[in-house]
């Protein structure tokens, strides 16, 4: 059974940082592109970043480039979000998911969300 | 990357057909046939209902459909049932290797 579980939010300071974690089971992790989405309260879904299968090729929404940094480590089955200098409309759910049809936007394995929360 | 257009709300009443529409522009769903839809219930995670404009995973009700015609893809579900009640989103790859999500719509069942 293919599952995803985030962790790592948590309330932080506005210019604070953050890392995400999300840990892998019931698939080959290393064989496909990885990406976190985001949902502020009461909101819709956001694209937030999505890395290859060889951490290497990275792509990130115009809102995160240059604040937030997407990795994973194939050996440890995980997907990290490295998100820095956190502010208070980066408040949201963040969902890691899994893109089954390479880099197209075919996500068919969600996990349940992890909620980062910036305030003061 | 500018969201995709959504209604904000569509309802029907059980047994009735809804369509709901996800228009964007020449540079992603006008331009692939990769636009996703995903259910949404309340407090729960998306889960994939349609990929491809018009294909099914596998355990997704033959109720639910998809198609596209110029920038707008659409979702059609007919039949339908309470348990459909849900918030509902669009997503389409794009010409600058993004993906956009659409800003979701309410089904609302009578």
């Known amino acids: 059974e293919v599952q995803l579980v985030e962790s790592g939010g948590g309330l932080v300071q506005p210019g604070g940082s953050l890392r995400l974690s999300c840990a892998a089971s019931g698939f080959t992790f290393s064989t496909y592109w990885m990406s976190w989405v985001r949902q502020a309260p009461g909101k819709g879904l956001e694209w937030v970043a999505s890395i290859e299968q060889g951490g290497t090729e990275k792509y990130y929404a115009d809102s995160v480039e240059g604040q937030f940094t997407i990795s994973r480590d194939n050996a440890k089955s995980s997907l990290y979000l490295q998100m820095n200098s956190l502010r208070a409309e980066d408040t949201a759910v963040y969902y890691c998911a899994r893109d089954v049809s390479g880099w197209y936007g075919r996500f068919d394995y969600w996990g349940q969300g992890t909620l980062v929360t910036v305030s003061s | 990357q500018s969201a995709l257009t959504q209604p904000p709300s569509v309802s029907g009443s059980p047994g009735q057909s809804v369509t709901i529409s996800c228009t964007g522009t020449?540079?992603?769903?006008?331009?692939?046939?990769?636009v996703s839809w995903y259910q949404q219930p309340p407090g729960t995670a998306p889960k994939l209902m349609i990929y491809e404009v018009s294909n099914r995973p596998s355990g997704v009700p033959d109720r639910f459909s998809g198609s596209k015609s110029g920038n707008t893809a659409s979702l059609t579900i007919s039949g339908l049932q309470a348990e459909d009640e849900a918030d509902y989103y669009c997503?389409?790859?794009?010409?600058?290797?993004?993906?956009?999500f659409g800003g979701g719509t309410k089904l609302t069942v009578l």
């Open positions: 020449s540079s992603d769903v006008g331009r692939y046939n990769r």
């Open positions: 997503n389409s790859y794009t010409s600058t290797r993004d993906v956009v």
